[in-house]
């Protein structure tokens, strides 16, 4: 017994197999397009949606001995692409016709919380810090399906920040991990950029303005930039968008009892925030989850672990409403 999943959100083309009764990852294989979108310095949809046409039935026919024993199929059907969601959803509702079978359709950020279950027990609650490229948002995560935002972001998120600096900087795309590897070998006291939302109140995230800091030093530095004023930029920027995240969930910590806290997302990959994240945890005594490194990026296992909690609990959706509307507000 066991459910398909797949994911095509942005620039990944995955599929898994997940076993519903023991949760383990039976079969998964993800094929990244990071390398194509590179020379762009960022995802264009409409290629990633050709790309995801041609990788996705490749993986699938690797998966075929598995289908005789599908239960379910799983798809990502919002927020994301529109473009690249359908060609996911148009595979997963081709599977269910053929082989007669239910589709559980999956919210992308639903399935980058239970990027923390992969192959383990379900853990609720948990507040839980997201930081994609499309989003940054701390959540109250009650329960299956009981997902309260206790913060946002204003503007951009904070995995796009970290794009958009790389791309400054001539880095290419994606630029997380190339910010943080430079980050590695700079001074990141060299640059005093201001911590966003510092006096205010208000318990979001902005970091447009942290973005156009960077910007301006840039600028500043004109055509002299060595290489090792590009790692202290890198540096010096990692550590302000960090202590933006961890200023505000000091306030979150302070009004709320947590017990649990877990950081999820393509950008919870970063090791200088696990670690400032995990200072913070220590100092408030709760306990800090994290996913694998592997499944912090997007992937078609989080999204089949999602589905065996749905497929326990009997939630599957109907075929008119898989295609989610583009206007949807998540
Ligand atoms: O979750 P994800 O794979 O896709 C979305 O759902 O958006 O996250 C991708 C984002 C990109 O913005 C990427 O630059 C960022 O996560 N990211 C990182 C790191 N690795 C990936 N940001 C900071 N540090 C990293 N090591
Ligand atoms: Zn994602």
């Given at each position: 017994?066991?459910?398909?999943?797949?994911?095509?959100?942005?620039?990944?083309?995955?599929?898994?197999?997940?076993?519903?009764?023991?949760k383990?990852l039976?079969?998964?294989?993800?094929i990244?397009?990071?390398?194509d979108?590179?020379?762009?310095?960022?995802?264009?949809?409409e290629?990633a949606a050709?790309?995801?046409?041609?990788?996705?039935?490749k993986?699938?026919?690797?998966?075929?001995?598995?289908h005789?024993g599908l239960k379910?199929?799983?798809?990502?059907?919002?927020?994301?692409?529109?473009?690249?969601?359908?060609?996911?959803v148009a595979?997963?509702?081709?599977?269910?016709i053929?082989?007669?079978?239910?589709?559980?359709?999956?919210?992308?950020l639903h399935?980058?919380?239970?990027?923390?279950f992969?192959?383990?027990?379900t853990?609720?609650?948990?507040?839980i810090?997201?930081v994609?490229?499309?989003?940054?948002?701390?959540i109250?995560a009650?329960g299956?399906?009981?997902?309260?935002?206790?913060?946002?972001t204003?503007?951009?998120?904070?995995?796009?920040?970290?794009d958009?600096?790389?791309k400054m900087?001539?880095?290419?795309y994606?630029?997380?991990?190339?910010v943080?590897?430079?980050?590695?070998?700079?001074?990141?006291d060299?640059?005093?950029?201001?911590?966003?939302?510092?006096?205010s109140?208000?318990?979001?995230?902005?970091?447009s303005?942290?973005?156009?800091?960077?910007r301006?030093?840039i600028?500043?530095?004109?055509?002299?930039?060595?290489?090792?004023?590009?790692?202290?930029?890198?540096?010096s920027?990692?550590?302000?968008?960090?202590?933006?995240?961890?200023?505000?969930?000091k306030?979150i910590?302070?009004?709320?009892?947590?017990?649990?806290?877990?950081?999820?997302?393509?950008?919870?990959?970063?090791?200088?925030?696990?670690s400032?994240?995990?200072k913070?945890?220590?100092?408030?005594?709760?306990n800090l989850?994290?996913?694998?490194?592997k499944f912090?990026?997007d992937n078609?296992?989080?999204?089949g672990r999602?589905?065996?909690?749905?497929?326990?609990?009997?939630?599957?959706t109907p075929?008119?409403?898989?295609v989610s509307?583009?206007?949807?507000k998540i």
């Amino acid at each position: 017994m066991m459910i398909l999943s797949i994911e095509s959100s942005c620039d990944d083309s995955s599929i898994a197999i997940t076993e519903i009764a023991t949760k383990k990852l039976i079969y998964h294989k993800k094929i990244s397009q990071e390398l194509d979108h590179a020379e762009y310095g960022g995802v264009v949809p409409e290629l990633a949606a050709r790309l995801h046409a041609t990788a996705l039935p490749k993986i699938l026919e690797e998966t075929k001995n598995y289908h005789k024993g599908l239960k379910a199929i799983a798809v990502t059907n919002q927020p994301g692409l529109s473009v690249t969601l359908v060609e996911g959803v148009a595979m997963a509702q081709a599977l269910a016709i053929s082989l007669s079978l239910p589709v559980i359709a999956v919210n992308h950020l639903h399935g980058h919380i239970y990027s923390l279950f992969i192959e383990k027990e379900t853990l609720f609650p948990q507040t839980i810090l997201l930081v994609s490229g499309g989003h940054t948002q701390v959540i109250d995560a009650k329960g299956f399906e009981e997902f309260e935002i206790l913060a946002s972001t204003m503007d951009d998120s904070f995995g796009e920040s970290f794009d958009k600096v790389a791309k400054m900087l001539g880095l290419g795309y994606p630029g997380g991990p190339v910010v943080e590897s430079y980050a590695k070998k700079g001074d990141r006291d060299r640059f005093s950029f201001t911590i966003p939302l510092l006096h205010s109140p208000k318990i979001a995230y902005s970091y447009s303005g942290l973005k156009n800091q960077v910007r301006l030093q840039i600028e500043a530095l004109g055509e002299e930039m060595s290489e090792q004023d590009r790692y202290d930029i890198c540096a010096s920027f990692q550590k302000t968008a960090s202590a933006h995240l961890i200023h505000k969930l000091k306030k979150i910590f302070k009004q709320r009892s947590i017990k649990d806290f877990a950081i999820v997302g393509g950008a919870s990959a970063n090791l200088y925030l696990r670690s400032e994240i995990e200072k913070l945890c220590q100092q408030n005594g709760a306990n800090l989850h994290l996913a694998a490194l592997k499944f912090c990026s997007d992937n078609a296992a989080m999204i089949g672990r999602y589905a065996v909690d749905a497929y326990q609990k009997e939630c599957f959706t109907p075929f008119d409403k898989i295609v989610s509307s583009p206007r949807v507000k998540i």
